[in-house]
């Protein structure tokens, strides 16, 4: 079974572009979860998509978006750049059925898209 | 605020030898807790994971141990091994409605041959 996908693995801008990542979660995986990983802050949560919908957000500017397609790829927008939006950002899909996010199922991530903001 | 703290930035140690990461939480709403191993250019990858009810679990070389009056847990690997050079990350979360994985900021192992 393929893993999970991120495009671009890598990717530079300049402060106030806007940049969109993709993920392709693991085939059958309905949640997929958006984490930004820095090293001063380490990973923190972005948000949830479930069955197109966003289940939960971490505490992240209105600058973050995202959504869910019907084959439950998802794309995370990050709007205006900032130097410190620099960071390595990270896909996780995850097999649990709907009913609540307690995330009791491990959470299988992809290798992440590196963003540098100039 | 912080509520997965992971107070050591790195760690090293001779292989053969145990490897012990400790990781704290201030949330006492928290029932579940991970730990994810993580190469350079990869995301993380699960390790183990412990529920609340339980104060020990182990796998293989790997073994959680959570002392919930101390709000701790910890990660023992025995025999340490130089491929367990790694980032480890703590996580946690509130398996209730509208919970998140919170994570720490990870702790650098070096494992030395």
């Known amino acids: 079974k393929a893993g999970v996908t991120q495009t671009p693995r890598y990717l530079i801008k300049t402060r106030g572009q806007q940049v969109t990542l993709s993920c392709s979660p693991i085939?059958?995986?309905?949640?997929v979860s958006w984490y930004q990983q820095t090293p001063g802050q380490g990973l923190q949560f972005l948000f949830e998509?479930?069955?197109?919908?966003?289940?939960n957000k971490g505490n992240f500017p209105g600058r973050f978006s995202g959504r869910q397609f019907s084959n439950s790829r998802s794309e995370m927008n990050v709007s205006t750049l900032e130097l410190g939006d620099s960071a390595l950002y990270l896909c996780?899909?995850?097999?649990?059925?709907?009913?609540?996010?307690?995330?009791?199922?491990?959470?299988?991530f992809g290798p992440g898209t590196r963003l540098t903001v100039l | 605020d912080q509520q997965v703290k992971q107070n050591s930035p790195s760690l090293s140690v001779q292989e053969g030898r145990i490897s012990i990461l400790n990781c704290d939480y201030t949330?006492?709403?928290?029932?579940?807790f991970l730990w994810y191993k993580k190469y350079p250019a990869e995301g993380p990858t699960f390790l183990i994971s412990?529920?609340?009810?339980?104060d020990k679990n182990e796998d293989g070389r790997f073994t959680v141990f959570l002392n919930k009056s101390a709000k701790h847990l910890s990660l023992h690997i025995v025999p340490s091994q130089p491929g367990d050079s790694a980032v480890y990350f703590c996580?946690?979360?509130?398996?209730?409605?509208?919970?998140?994985?919170?994570f720490g900021k990870g702790i650098t192992l070096s494992v030395r041959p």
């Open positions: 996780a899909s995850s097999p649990q059925t709907s009913g609540g996010a307690g995330v009791l199922d491990t959470q299988y």
């Open positions: 085939s059958g995986h309905r949640s």
């Open positions: 998509y479930f069955s197109e919908t966003q289940r």
């Open positions: 949330n006492s709403m928290f029932d579940y």
């Open positions: 412990i529920s609340s009810i339980k």
């Open positions: 996580a946690a979360i509130s398996t209730g409605a509208n919970s998140k994985l919170t």
